[in-house]
Every structure is written in C-alpha cells, then in structure tokens.
C-alpha cells in the first residue's frame, strides 16, 4: 500500500484531497497545525489508513522521520494569499519558502514530490493572453515569490511534479 505524507492537510484542498487518496486505498498522514481549520478532517479519523499529526512543517526532527516513512510527499503547508502573507512576513518566508528547502534537504530518492504551487506566480499577465506554463514568472507578491522560488527549488530534481493551480 502506497503512503503518502500531506503538509496541510486539513486546508481546503488538503482536506478534500486526503479524503480522495483514502478512498482510493493510500495510506494517508496528514501533519497540520490546525491554525485555520480543526473540523475539515473529522470525518476521516475513523479510518484505518488515515494519521493526523499536529505539528508545524518547521519542525525539522519530526519531519525528517516522515519523510523516511512516506514515499509520496505532497506538502500544502502555507501562509496562502497576498495579504495574509504581507502581514506575516516572517513566518510566511519560513513556511512557504524555507520548510521546502528544508524537505528537499532531507529525502531520498523514494520519494516523489507532487507540488501544488499557484497561479499568483505569474503576476500581472497581458491583457487577452492567457498565462500556461511557458509564460513567464513575475509574482508580485510575497507570496507569489515564496511559491515561485519553492517550485524552482522542488522543479531542479527529478522525483517532482509541480502544478500551478488558478483560483
């Protein structure tokens, strides 16, 4: 049985995606410090293939130790939107940007990445064009710069896939 590691997990997409991976027979941990949500995932607990883990994506011990345990890692964890990110700046960076530098650092070739980054990457396209993903990077955000430079640092290795997702 696959197992599969989501950062995030009890976000909106996190959480509808965890519920998917379990109905399809994947063995799903979710690590979330529930800052946003606490009751998006209550309706999984009762699963047998399902962990919850309350912890921040910055604790580097813990994390290291899923990795090893997971072959699939989807990390959602994130300070989402411009404003939010803008009011926390710090935390923002260190979340977003550095506890993806920190996971690259610490996988090994099992291990495959599929990162869900965002349209906000693009910054102000031009007018009637539609942006795909030759279109060039300009974020003008905060936090369109933290998932850029996430995605760039995921993209270099060959156990990742990235996609850009619209909102």
């Known amino acids: 049985m696959k197992k599969i590691l989501v ?3 009890a976000g909106y997409i996190g959480s509808k995606l965890v519920t998917k991976l379990l109905s399809l027979g994947f063995k799903v941990t979710v690590v979330d410090v529930l800052k946003f949500s606490s009751k998006s995932l209550n309706h ?8 919850f883990i309350n912890v921040d994506v910055r604790n580097k011990k813990i994390m ?3 990795y090893k345990k997971n ?5 959602l964890a994130a300070l989402v939107g411009a404003p939010l990110c803008k009011k926390n700046k710090k935390e923002a960076i260190s979340v977003n940007l550095v506890s993806i530098k920190d996971m690259m650092k610490n996988i090994t070739r099992k291990n495959k ?6 349209n906000s ?5 031009e ?3 539609y942006c795909d993903e030759d279109s060039p990077l300009n974020p003008i955000s905060l936090y369109g710069n933290t998932k850029v430079e996430a995605e760039k640092i995921i993209s270099k290795y060959n156990n990742s896939v990235c996609y850009r997702l619209a909102t």
């Open 113 to 118: 990445i599929i990162y869900l980054t965002t």
């Open 71 to 75: 072959e699939f890692i989807i990390p």
């Open 64 to 66: 290291k130790k899923l």
């Open 44 to 51: 999984l607990f009762g699963n047998k293939n399902f962990n």
């Open 7 to 9: 950062t995030g997990g």
């Open 127 to 129: 007018k009637n064009k």
């Open 121 to 125: 990457g693009y910054g102000i396209g």
